[in-house]
Nanobody, 112 residues
């Protein structure tokens, strides 16, 4: 299954973006999927993930501002990002947790 993230862009601090990740096939067999990001000069980090059962978890830096959701019927996962900060600037990727093959990310740039 290939995953394609989109929805990134340039936004002012305090603004919002909604990222989408469309899978080329069914995601219903994937227990946990997540959103990751990699800022320039930094390692990739997991920012949010969710399970088929509906449980979600967030990195401390985004908790309360980002919301993960998944729609298995549409084979899509989403990341709603609110109250964006300069430090949220990064390339964002979606993936199945534990998968080491990465698709193309979507760039988010937050300006002051």
């Amino acid at each position: 299954v290939q995953l394609q993230a989109c929805g990134g862009g340039l936004v002012q601090a305090g603004g919002s973006l909604r990222l989408s990740c469309q899978a080329s096939g069914s995601i219903s067999n994937f227990f946990a999927m997540g959103w990751f990001r990699q800022a320039p000069g930094k390692t990739r980090e997991l920012v949010a993930h969710g399970t088929k059962a509906g449980a979600t978890a967030y990195a401390g830096s985004v908790r309360g501002r980002f919301t993960f959701s998944r729609d298995d019927a549409e084979n899509t996962i989403y990341l709603e990002m609110n109250s964006l900060k300069l430090e949220d600037t990064a390339m964002y990727y979606c993936n199945v947790l534990g998968n080491t093959i990465w698709g193309q990310g979507t760039e988010v740039t937050v300006s002051s």
